[in-house]
């Protein structure tokens, strides 16, 4: 596992991965929306015509599940590759004492 996360992480394969994914998942939300409003305006583009069922959302659970598999895949990769980004503190420099020797007479 360590040399796949290396190479993952030398050639930004896994950045590529990661970008992927995420794109991935908001395309497949935004083309579930877009189908939900097809089927919206194809059935029901006149107030005259007979009343007819609420539309359909069930076109919409597919690609909500692929949003949150691909954003999951994401985060779950981001943190494997990428776990000191989460853990890093700038600390200061230690103090050497008031007269700047470092102990020595």
Do not use: H
Request: no cysteine.
């Amino acid at each position: 596992m360590k040399r796949i996360r290396e190479i993952l992480l030398t050639d930004y394969i896994g950045a590529i991965t990661i970008a992927f994914l995420v794109t991935d998942g908001v395309f497949s939300l935004i083309g579930g929306i877009a189908r939900v409003a097809s089927n919206y305006f194809r059935y029901y583009r006149s107030v005259l015509e007979e009343a007819r069922t609420g539309p359909s959302w069930e076109i919409l659970v597919s690609p909500a599940l692929t949003l949150l598999l691909s954003l999951g895949t994401a985060f779950l990769l981001v943190k494997w590759l990428y776990p000191a980004a989460q853990d890093v503190s700038i600390e200061p420099p230690a103090a050497e004492g008031p007269t700047g020797d470092q102990g020595t007479r």
